[in-house]
């Protein structure tokens, strides 16, 4: 399947390989290999390259190493597949391990013999665990000693040895390295002796950093190089704190979960971070980012996310008047329902704002909302892409994709013929499901002209289906 896989797709059909009989185990592909009357024996080296290349899936979901899967499992057909695959570096650059850690007692050893395979690659590195008493400092001492090949390093583990051990085993300078993730997965808060020690000389690529569970003042770290970072699971002073380490920051996403204040790290004071233009918040409940949007100013900001958080009406607006910044796209989504009374007023609507993404929205928010947008001048004045996707399932209360294309078509409609001075054209509208395959939306003739008539407008306009 691998094979017949990757013919199909690079278009070098050489040869076909019958779906009807598949291939039982890697004996049985043996010897279909080694016969010469084979095709694929007769397959010059180079096109095998290109075939074992695909057969590392796009995802990353098939690198995991696995000695039933690539790349691995291309070793054991027969020599000649042995001979080019271990001779391919390109097929040695993902060591990523995730699960039972526990039943890879020669962890360390696959590490070795997987980065000599790899012969001077780029390596990205990913070991994810849930078991708290594994220990993987071993295989990071032998991936350490390639240290200066390392572009991506990712360890998640609920074992604080395996973070607070990481300086032993870096061998030289992480010359390459430009994405970094420590996530410790447990809901305990590491004790004060806990800390982590990654200098800030020898990482002049590192940008981007992923940092879940372990408060950011304990770690030793090169903050102020950072430009893209997310945080979760520390406290909304712990996340200030962050904030104020790394200057140069422009894309952040924050999930400070935990409520109460830990090792006394600061107050909640105003601080204004220059140069964020993408601020994401998840999985918040409104006293949690009440508490951290009403300490920051964003005087730059550009796109604004609030994903499964619990929209406050006050601290809202209070973020939009004290920023003051030119936001351009706002994509919002309650983790239930919409507040009964949300307030659609200056300054959110006066702003810039060219997209709007609303989601899981109810029929009354969805019907005040048309209802400004068709009737009052000033009211989003340069919207240009509106959006009501929808989950699934979708929260109780919440409007079906139906009744959301009835209520707001009408309404992009007469807004697209407004004649308003200063006023942006309107160029998009899309009423979508997260999931296709969770239900199907169908719609009557008299709905289908309402979005004939809009795409004959100029709008671009998508749904889940019509019929």
């Not at 550009?302 to 209070?318: P, T």
Request: proline share 7%.
């Amino acid at each position: 399947m691998f094979i017949l896989r990757a013919i199909y797709s690079s278009g070098k059909q050489a040869f076909r390989m019958s779906e009807a009989q598949p291939i039982a185990d890697a004996n049985d592909l043996n010897e279909s290999t080694s016969d010469s009357s084979c095709p694929i024996s007769n397959l010059p080296t180079e096109i095998m390259v290109d075939i074992f290349l695909y057969c590392l899936a796009d995802d990353g979901e098939s690198t995991y190493i696995n000695f039933q899967q690539p790349p691995f499992l291309l070793t054991h057909v027969c020599s000649r597949w042995r001979e080019i695959s271990i001779h391919m570096p390109a097929l040695w650059t993902t060591f990523h391990v995730e699960g039972t850690i526990a039943a890879l007692p020669c962890l360390p050893q696959v590490a070795e013999t997987w980065t000599e395979r790899s012969r001077g690659s780029i390596l990205s590195i990913r070991i994810r665990t849930l078991e708290m008493n594994v220990d993987i400092l071993p295989t990071l001492e032998v991936l350490g000693r390639h240290s200066p090949r390392i572009r991506a390093l990712e360890i998640y583990s609920p074992n604080t040895k395996n973070f607070s051990g990481m300086h032993q085993f870096i061998k030289g300078d992480l010359w390459s390295l430009q994405n970094l993730s420590l996530l410790f997965l447990t809901t305990d808060v590491p004790d004060e002796e806990f800390s982590v020690y990654l200098p800030g000389v020898g990482m002049p690529l590192l940008r981007e950093f992923m940092l879940n569970g372990i408060p950011p003042v304990f770690l030793t770290f090169p903050w102020a190089q950072l430009t893209n970072f997310t945080g979760e699971l520390f406290t909304a002073e712990q996340c200030l704190y962050a904030l104020r380490q790394m200057p140069n920051l422009t894309v952040c996403a924050l999930a400070p979960l935990r409520l109460s204040t830990h090792f006394g790290i600061g107050t909640y004071e105003i601080s204004t971070h220059p140069n964020i233009r993408h601020f994401t918040l998840f999985d918040l409940s409104s006293v949690t980012w009440g508490n951290l949007m009403s300490s920051i100013t964003l005087p730059s900001l550009q796109i604004l996310e609030f994903r499964c958080v619990a929209i406050d009406n006050l601290m809202f607006h209070d973020f939009f008047s004290r920023s003051a910044s030119p936001l351009q796209k706002l994509s919002m989504r309650p983790p239930g329902l919409w507040p009964a009374h949300l307030s659609l007023r200056s300054p959110f609507t006066a702003s810039g704002l060219t997209h709007i993404e609303i989601w899981d929205p109810s029929k009354k928010l969805v019907a005040k909302f048309s209802e400004s947008l068709a009737t009052q001048a000033d009211f989003l004045r340069h919207l240009q892409h509106l959006s009501f996707p929808t989950g699934c399932p979708q929260p109780p209360f919440s409007t079906s994709i139906l009744e959301i294309a009835r209520l707001s078509g009408p309404a992009i409609a007469a807004r697209r013929h407004l004649v308003l001075p200063g006023c942006a054209l309107f160029e998009s509208f899309r009423v979508t499901s997260s999931d296709n395959d969770c239900s199907e939306t169908m719609f009557s003739s008299a709905d289908l002209v309402l979005f004939r008539a809009l795409k004959a407008s100029g709008i671009g306009t998508e749904s889940v289906s019509f019929v």
